[in-house]
């Protein structure tokens, strides 16, 4: 270690601070930022029972019960007697994705620390194992550097530092600042545009927009936020607005235009950039733009994390940040993406797990974390798209919601840019547990533009992909989501009807859709299955369930039982009664197939939907997409050729300038 006086969280060089939690964060946020365990291992542990022995443990972890006391953002002081290590999801630096991206072979740990005590730094391989790299005791207020190698960390791997002070010391070690840095200043220019549309969220945005502007050095990298204004209810006339806005001053531009989606939304921030209108027709002055939700909670650090990892990468790529979970904000909901090139279907990365708690089972205690993970592409919740790339590639396609981030993704990697999902840059989103858009009015949107990328960017033999959508199809019919097939037929439908049809149908598609739903018994939820006749069952009876088939053999079976009972004549006094109430837990096809009726709870609890067999619907739905799904196999080929020649048109400015000037 060697002494330095320059300041370790700011500066050309930084590439990610170290921060503390904020006053107003739950208990369990915490763990993201300080893990107050000392002697943790990497080794598999027994989940935690609940929230109260959590909070149990983590109070009691350190010596004397005292924990570290956060004076503000970046500084905290270490107590008496207390170890706390800094190996946590925020404050480790995940080596494993510099190695890999960027140019970078040695990075150097900075710390402004004052007091008595000892700094210890750590790096672990991809399996979780942990190697001690250096250790030093602290006398007074100095300054500390570390050059730490990147070269061992090809697989993964994580480095940390740990502060630890014993009985004796008065005062403690007092941690004035400490940040990641390179050993030299980043290539080329921080010049972020943050791009948010929205659509009836104004309380997120400001949200949003406050803690933008609310961080000096985020604000000194951000030249401009465009806000695309696609709801009734506008960003501006939300309290807080006014205050958020002359944080951000000049920088803000808020744009209302009509309801275009999501897609529409993020293509006008890259028109916007890239092209201009009004006062900005000559362009923007940017380097990055970063997409990001409306429905977000922003760690602002993430914001120069991201451009930080753009400017270092060894050639142009996509910067992606993770989600972590809004309802459960200690947890991290997704790692990383993939997809899968023969069904042509996103999916987790392999061996990652989905909402992992990381106050339950923090990063040194999950080896998982450890390995480098890869993906195709990174959800728009939060993506980092350098101009250059943008200019290359072009705009988003005009999809309205649903695979507009995947196929960029794709469209990026055939270009020969690459995404990288990196951990520690992150945003808190609503998490997936509280709904199920496959099967409510983005159907549509799942369908059709799963087709759309498809063809673009999917295999040349699409029989996996439509085997599986048919599955889907037989699925909804047993659960009597009749509204969701009505809406794959017309997804299906206007695939067929070719590209031309993408741009018109943007401004409308979401109309008609909504008409087409309502026309079905589960495209129009009750607030309660009491407004309904309650259901004869009794008690015991209405709480339990057939267990779902084991292997094949029994799975297909019951399908062709389900088949054969939705050809039957449903019982007509189960029309205006249902047969049972069903929670959405257990709203599975071979529960539902053995039922004439039923009240299902939607997925985030707050209605149901009364549902009723119909024998006549199910043979026309299935004669229909099954018809639908043929003509697609048919004429693949030439699908695929009109598609990818009216591409240039998609994604080029003269396309949407018609939708937006």
């Known amino acids: 270690m060697s002494e330095t006086a320059q300041s370790p969280t700011t500066g050309e060089t930084l590439l990610q601070r170290v921060i503390m939690p904020r ?12 893990d107050e365990r000392p002697g943790t291992t990497l080794a598999p542990v027994e989940p935690l029972r609940g929230e109260q022995d959590r909070r149990l443990s983590l109070t009691v972890s350190t010596a004397g019960g005292r924990r570290t006391r956060v004076h503000d953002r970046t500084a905290a002081t270490v107590p008496p007697g207390t170890e706390v290590s800094f190996g946590a999801y925020f404050n480790a630096f995940a080596a494993g994705y510099w190695r890999a991206w960027s140019t970078l072979t040695a990075i150097e740990l900075r710390l402004d620390l004052e007091g008595t005590g000892r700094v210890d730094v750590y790096r672990t391989k991809a399996d979780g194992s942990q190697i001690f790299v250096a250790g030093e005791l602290v006398q007074g207020r100095r300054q500390v550097t570390l050059e730490l190698d990147l070269r061992p960390f090809e697989d993964g791997g994580w480095y940390w530092f740990d502060l630890s002070t014993d009985e004796a010391a008065e005062q403690g070690l007092h941690l004035h600042g400490g940040g990641w840095h390179a050993q030299h200043d980043a290539p080329g220019r921080a010049a972020v545009v943050v791009g948010m549309p929205t659509f009836n969220r104004p309380a997120d945005c400001v949200a949003t927009l406050t803690a933008l502007g609310s961080d000096p050095q985020v604000l000194d990298t951000v030249t401009a936020v465009i806000l695309p204004d696609q709801g009734t209810r506008k960003v501006r006339d939300e309290a807080g607005y006014e205050q958020a806005a002359a944080l951000l001053g000049d920088r803000l531009r808020i744009i209302d235009q009509p309801n275009l989606g999501g897609s529409g939304g993020y293509a006008r921030i890259m028109y916007e950039v890239l092209h201009g209108t009004g006062p900005h027709a000559g362009g923007i002055d940017c380097e990055q733009i970063l997409y990001m939700d409306d429905d977000i909670l ?45 069904q042509f279907m996103w999916r987790p990365a392999p061996e990652t797990e989905s909402h992992h708690d990381l106050a339950a089972r923090t990063l040194r205690q999950s080896p998982w974390l450890h390995r480098r993970v890869d993906v195709d592409y990174n959800a728009w919740w939060m993506c980092l798209i350098p101009r250059r790339v943008a200019e290359d590639l072009g705009l988003p396609l005009p999809l309205f919601i649903k695979w507009d981030d995947a196929e960029y993704g794709l469209r990026a990697r055939a270009a020969g840019y690459r995404t990288a999902t990196v951990p520690g840059i992150a945003i808190w989103h609503m998490s997936f547990i509280e709904k199920d858009d496959s099967s409510d009015w983005q159907a549509y949107f799942h ?9 673009l960017r999917g295999p040349d033999d699409p029989r996996a992909l439509l085997k599986e959508t048919f599955k889907r199809t037989l699925r909804h019919l047993m659960l009597m989501e009749y509204s969701a097939v009505a809406l794959q037929i017309k997804a299906f439908t206007d695939f067929l009807a070719g590209p031309e049809a993408l741009f018109p149908k943007l401004p409308v598609v979401l109309d008609e859709i909504r008409e087409l739903r309502s026309r079905y018994d589960d495209g129009r939820p009750l607030n309660s299955a009491t407004d309904v006749p309650l259901a004869d069952l ?18 297909a079976l019951g399908l062709a039982r389900g088949v054969l009972r939705n050809l039957r004549t449903p019982d007509p006094a189960l029309r205006e009664r249902p047969q049972r109430n069903v929670p959405w837990a257990n709203a599975q096809w071979f529960v539902l197939a053995g039922l004439d009726s039923a009240t299902v709870s939607t997925p985030d609890g707050r209605g149901v939907t009364f549902r009723r067999r119909d024998p006549l619907l199910f043979k026309q739905m299935v004669t229909e997409s099954l018809r639908l799904h043929r003509a697609v196999a048919a004429d693949w080929g030439t699908l695929r050729g009109r598609y990818r020649a009216a591409e240039p048109t ?11 000037e």
């Open 538 to 555: 009794d008690a015991l009876g209405a709480q339990l369930f057939p267990e779902p088939p084991v292997g094949r053999a029994k799975a």
């Open 447 to 455: 369908y059709r533009n799963r087709l759309v990328a498809a063809a």
């Open 298 to 342: 922003l760690e602002p650090d993430s914001v120069l994390r991201a451009v930080a990892f753009s400017r270092f990468a060894r050639s142009p790529m996509l910067v992606g940040g993770q989600m972590l979970s809004l309802q459960a904000r200690s947890q991290l909901s997704t790692m990383g993406e993939v997809v899968d090139r023969n």
């Open 23 to 34: 006053p107003a964060d739950p208990f369990a946020v915490r763990a993201l930022y300080l």
């Open 650 to 660: 998609l994604t080029g400015r003269d396309g949407w300038k018609h939708i937006f």
